[in-house]
Antibody, heavy 122, light 107 residues
Framework: QEHLVESGGGVVQPGRSLRLSCGASGFTFSSYGMHWVRQTPGKGLEWVAVLWYDGSHENYTDSVKGRFTISRDNSKNTLFLQMNSLRVEDTALYYC???????????????WGRGTLVTVSS | DIQMTQSPSSLSASVGDRVTITCRASQGISNYLAWYQQKPGEGPKLLIYSASTLQSGVPSRFSGSESGTDFTLTISSLQPEDVAIYYCQKYNRGPFTFGPGTKVEIK
């Protein structure tokens, strides 16, 4: 069975950093582009970042550019999101999601995890 | 950036009713439109891609259609297990914007 499991969330003060992980199982992780998506009660689902299957290309939503970095370790079937200079408005449930496309530029999201909660508060 | 809107924001219908949710893109996205279902405590689940193609394992009471920049998700006969929030999403290129969601409840 194919699974994605997010971890690493928690409570952090504004300006600090946090690293999220997403473990993949049941499929060939290195063949798929991967995304991070976040969800807040007020803003619904917001796409955050994408990374191609081989880690060669990445893209971000404007509000996190320069602060967040998406990466992957295909040898460990794991996706990461390094979040620096966190803001109160980054508070959300963060999901990882699999793209059906290796290069992820025109692929829908066919597998999602259950999310990990990030709370940015002083 | 292309914006996605949905209507209605919520609806209440009886079991067996036909339910229709509309999604509109602010610019053309061809058929790069997906629909997701999200139940409480779960991540979203893919229902439909390419505007009208049913994902494997999804009940046939779900269907999708498109007309220009307008897209429709239809549940032909609403079931209790369909209570959820439904989101549309464009995926032709980044940003991969989602609609604001439609909450479906049973009357």
């Amino acid at each position: 069975q194919e699974h994605l499991v997010e971890s690493g969330g928690g409570v952090v003060q504004p300006g600090r950093s946090l690293r999220l992980s997403c473990g993949a199982s049941g499929f060939t992780f290195s063949s798929y582009g991967m995304h991070w998506v976040r969800q807040t009660p007020g803003k619904g689902l917001e796409w955050v970042a994408v990374l191609w299957y081989d880690g060669s290309h990445e893209n971000y939503t404007d509000s996190v550019k320069g602060r967040f970095t998406i990466s992957r370790d295909n040898s460990k079937n794991t996706l990461f999101l390094q979040m620096n200079s966190l803001r109160v408005e980054d508070t959300a449930l963060y999901y990882c999601a699999r793209s059906v496309a290796a290069r992820a530029n025109r692929g829908y999201f066919d597998l999602w995890g259950r999310g990990t909660l990030v709370t940015v508060s002083s | 950036d292309i914006q996605m809107t949905q209507s209605p924001s919520s609806l209440s219908a009886s079991v067996g009713d036909r339910v229709t949710i509309t999604c509109r893109a602010s610019q053309g996205i061809s058929n790069y439109l997906a629909w997701y279902q999200q139940k409480p405590g779960e991540g979203p689940k893919l229902l439909i891609y390419s505007a009208s193609t049913l994902q494997s394992g999804v009940p046939s009471r779900f269907s999708g259609s498109e007309s220009g920049t307008d897209f429709t998700l239809t549940i032909s006969s609403l079931q209790p297990e369909d209570v959820a929030i439904y989101y549309c999403q464009k995926y032709n290129r980044g940003p991969f914007t989602f609609g604001p969601g439609t909450k479906v409840e049973i009357k």
